[in-house]
């Protein structure tokens, strides 16, 4: 018997879903991009969807993340995954599995959270599931959006010598994990310390977070790229092949070259990064730049776009351009600064490692 972590979570996904059939036409797309793509005979619009689940102890962890924090960031995330296929987020389920410590209050604050995320983007919120759980908090959401008919921005896209693109900035959102995981540790060390002077001592606890509030806003509050779509709309820009990044810039550039069967050259000295990113990484011994690729949870869109579009482009603030698609048999490299060549590996976030 396999373990499940031998093929990880793609892999896992990649194994169970292969042998699909898809039976009904209202089927455009099914598994294999950031939303299933329907149309129930609309001659303009085709309907997005998609769904996430966040379990606590392994996307999130209470210790420090508010309730009201987090849902907000649990409504985004599926908000991101609708951008990422050029549409526009609709409607939301909410499912909720609880355990005891929870209170009326809690969920209070939790909602509060979803619903400014949802008045944001002009979401609602149309129902859903609540359940008791033995393990923790679980929240599970699907998004409904809509996107005009055919034009759904899929992975399977990207050609040689398309341009490849990214929002915003990288690896913020991993370095305010590792802030907020480091404070924990500091807070549970001393709690440790004054509990074996007194077993019933309470710790008044300051976290050390000046300078780095870009950090935390990334991780705990982020915002879906709603302006970034719109943008490419306005420039007359469509994307050749797109999606959100989830679980790291190596593991997305990854996705979409074997989705469309291509590879790709991204240049290191052109990742984008802010500069409390790059203090918090040295502060932390870290390589800002394996950060960037690795991470995860930035939630920018990374795309692909003809090479006739790198005047528009290079004309959009808050994008970048950071490679290009080249032939499959070149694989899949980033150049770094000094002109090495190294092959992209997956080693973002992983489910079941």
């Known amino acids: 018997m396999a373990e499940i972590s031998t093929l990880g979570e793609f892999g896992l996904i990649r194994r169970l879903t292969k042998d699909i059939e898809l ?45 009201k924090h987090l849902g907000y960031k649990a409504a985004q995330v599926n908000f991101s995954d609708v951008y990422a296929m050029g549409g526009t987020p609709k409607q939301i389920t909410v499912s909720l599995a609880l355990g005891r410590r929870f209170t009326v209050e809690g969920m209070d604050e939790f909602y509060e959270g979803l619903r400014l995320a949802c008045d944001a983007h002009g979401v609602d919120i149309v129902g859903g599931d609540t359940t008791s759980s033995r393990t923790g908090l679980a929240i599970s959401i699907t998004c409904i959006g809509m996107v005009e008919k055919g034009k759904a921005i899929l992975r399977s896209g990207a050609h040689p010598t398309d341009l490849i693109c990214v929002s915003g900035d990288l690896g913020a959102a991993y370095m305010g994990l590792q802030l907020l995981e480091r404070e924990k540790q500091v807070y549970y060390q001393q709690l440790e310390e004054a509990r074996r002077k007194d077993p019933k001592a309470t710790l008044d606890f300051q976290p050390d977070f000046a300078g780095r509030e870009y950090l935390l806003e990334r991780q705990m509050r982020p915002e879906a790229r709603k302006d970034i779509v719109e943008k490419l709309r306005s420039a007359g820009i469509r994307p050749t092949s797109m999606m959100d990044v989830s679980d790291g810039l190596s593991s997305e550039l990854l996705h979409i070259c074997h989705e469309s069967g291509v590879g790709c050259r991204v240049y290191e000295e052109r990742i984008p990064l802010d500069y409390q990113t790059a203090v918090m990484a040295e502060e932390l011994n870290m390589n800002v730049t394996t950060c960037a690729l690795n991470g995860g949870e930035d939630y920018e869109l990374l795309f692909t776009v003809p090479l006739t579009d790198h005047e528009k482009i290079e004309q959009l603030e808050g994008i970048r351009l950071i490679g290009h698609v080249t032939e499959p048999s070149l694989g899949a490299a980033l150049i770094t600064r000094d002109g090495q060549e190294f092959q992209l590996q997956a080693q973002g976030w992983q489910a079941f490692s």
């Not at 455009?28 to 997005?48: Q, R, W």
């Open 23 to 67: 039976k009904n036409t209202e089927t455009l797309k099914g598994v294999g991009d950031d939303c299933a793509v329907l149309n129930f005979g609309s001659k303009e619009h085709d309907v997005l969807v998609t769904t996430d689940l966040l379990m606590e102890g392994v996307h999130f962890d209470l210790t420090y993340m508010p309730l």
